[in-house]
């Protein structure tokens, strides 16, 4: 290999290094990488930026508009109301569930289409007493799969798209994946309950393992001076018998006391730390004399109105790797965190000094605003209210349903390049006072397109220096004598590898490369590679951070890193024995 291809292996592994341990956001590490391949002349200028002039990022950013509007005005209430309006057997629950998330999902992105319906689902899990466990990951994994479907499913089809455009290839069709996806999402959403109820551990039920079930939290309450509680013993103020909450210490001028004993007299200004389930936790404003330790700074004065939320922390968020305190938490905000919830576990450490992590999920006490006010911002990947109310459409709803299936249906039929329909569609939105300009801005996730925009340039490096070609060659070597259709499957294995451990945006672009440099090795077609690389890095069931909705469950449903391999490894087998038998039928290799 000449200099330059064991320089741009060296930017890949540091890459992947960057991203694996979250050193900075996805799109500061791809820009970072471009500059490192720009600068010494790997690549030239018009091939690093050639990603910021290609239809893909556009697009992408265009459906993020009209994803954020569909959000905003309800145009899916009806679905979701109907979806938790029916069966309670667990099986056709989560059928009802899961048949309607992968349907939506296949034309609007998954992360909106998650986001709305995470409290509806913890709403409706609660007054059945069901685990939650059992219906977020499923509510998560439906989603995936949908996007398999069409060219606007996910951000990473249309990037493939716009990079088959930039080495002279036809870009994808509307409906070029559905051969391949469509199946592999109806044979999944099909075994997605029976797996789900068979290898997912409750993680909610107070009746089985109690140890695991509990979601719990830690939340500091002060005693307010010449309260109800001031100057009374724990027992006296009712403080012991309190449902699925626990008093686990008291501190009281910087000094602490646990276990607190039932006689202990607390005084005016003592913290007292509870740990328990959210729902449970709430329920300690109605104690006497106590108030929420951080309700002073939370909200900028003593008449606000307050609410609790539930927010998570996603990989693009500038709170990684931070505390509370570190990041100005309350200054910024406007709000306070009271809580920090990570892989089902409770963190008895002071909140102020927890560093937090991608999927950690934040109990927050701010104002009513606060989920507007952030909703859009990468500094979480989901707000939800603890209590949320029913989805609603309001009165411009059908606006923005009649743009949306303008969008799809132009496209669709190739009446408009998905990018001018994308463009249009969001500028009607903005004209027509849906969207005001700043809320279209905010709702573009700026770390997602950057991305991709600056993927394209490793992509290009790859490909310039002949790496793509040495991979593709080692690839070659150790699967062609078992057959082409080995070859196959030893990609589309390597993508569903790759893609969990780094950005599925960042992987699959720099693997399109490799894919066809394997084609040229056999001298077959590129495009059933693509077609294979898109849809296997489309499909992140492995772990909680390969896909941004897996991280929104992780922490609202309990789950251990591990419950994802409970599932999602069948589930990979049967996307990988989809492909692998499909493809070759559809595009001959």
Known sequence: MSWEAWYTLAVLLLVAIALIREWFPPSAVMMG??????????????????GFSNPAPVTIAALYVLAAAVERTGVLAPIVNRIFDGSDHPVRSLWRMAIPTTAVS?????????????????????????????????????????????????????????????????????????????????????????LTLALLPDRTS???????????????????????ADGKRVEDIGLRQLHGVYLIALERDDETTAPVAPTTVVHGGDRLRFAGRVDDILDLEAVPGLEAAETEHALGGPDSAVAYFEAVIGSSSPLVGKTVKEAQFRSRYLA????????????????GDVPLRVGD????????????????????????????????????????????????????????????????????????????????????????????????????????TGLAAVVAGGV?????????????????????????????????????????????????????????????????????????????????GGYRYTDYLRVGLPLSIIATVGIVAIVPLVWPL
């Open 106 to 194: 296949s034309f609007i992105n998954t992360t909106p289409v998650v986001a709305m319906l995470i409290p509806q689902v913890e709403a409706w899990v609660r007054s059945r007493d069901r685990s939650i466990s059992r219906y977020l990951m499923p509510l998560s994994f439906a989603a995936i799969l949908g996007g398999t479907v069409t060219v606007m499913g996910t951000a990473t089809n249309i990037a493939v798209s716009g990079l088959l455009e930039e080495i002279g290839q036809e870009p994808l069709g509307f409906f070029e994946l559905a051969p391949v996806g469509l199946p592999i999402a109806i044979v999944s959403v099909f075994a997605l309950p029976f």
């Open 476 to 556: 070659v070597d150790l699967t062609e004598p078992i057959g082409v259709v080995a070859v196959l499957a030893a990609v589309v294995v390597m993508t569903m590898v790759i893609k969990e451990f780094i950005t599925n945006k960042a992987a699959i672009l720099l693997l399109i490369p490799i894919g066809f440099s394997i084609a040229v090795e056999l001298g077959s077609d590129p495009r059933p590679f693509a077609i294979a690389i898109t849809i296997a890095g489309a499909l992140s069931f492995l772990t909680p951070i390969g896909f941004p909705s897996n991280t929104m469950v992780y922490g609202p």
């Open 206 to 228: 107070a009746r089985k393992q109690r140890a695991e079930a509990l979601r719990e939290f830690v939340v500091d309450m002060r005693v307010q001076p010449q309260g109800a």
């Open 33 to 50: 990488a471009l500059v490192l391949v720009l600068v010494p002349g790997v690549v030239t200028p018009s091939q690093a930026l050639s």
């Open 361 to 464: 999920t934040l109990l927050i006490l701010g104002d009513k605003e606060f989920a507007s006010r952030w909703r859009d911002r990468p500094d979480f990947l989901l707000i939800s209210p603890l209590r949320p109310a029913p989805p609603r459409s309001s009165p411009r709803a059908g606006i923005v349903g009649a743009v949306a299936v303008g969008i799809i249906v132009t496209a669709a039929i190739g009446l408009l390049p998905l990018v001018t329909a994308a463009l249009a569609g969001a500028a009607i939105l903005v004209v027509t006072g849906i969207m005001s300009p700043t809320d279209a801005r905010r709702a573009v996730n700026l770390d997602v397109v950057i991305t991709i925009a600056a993927a394209f340039s490793l992509a290009q490096a790859m490909e310039v």
């Open 336 to 351: 306070a965190v009271v809580a920090v919830h990570r892989s089902g576990r409770r963190i008895e450490s002071k909140v």
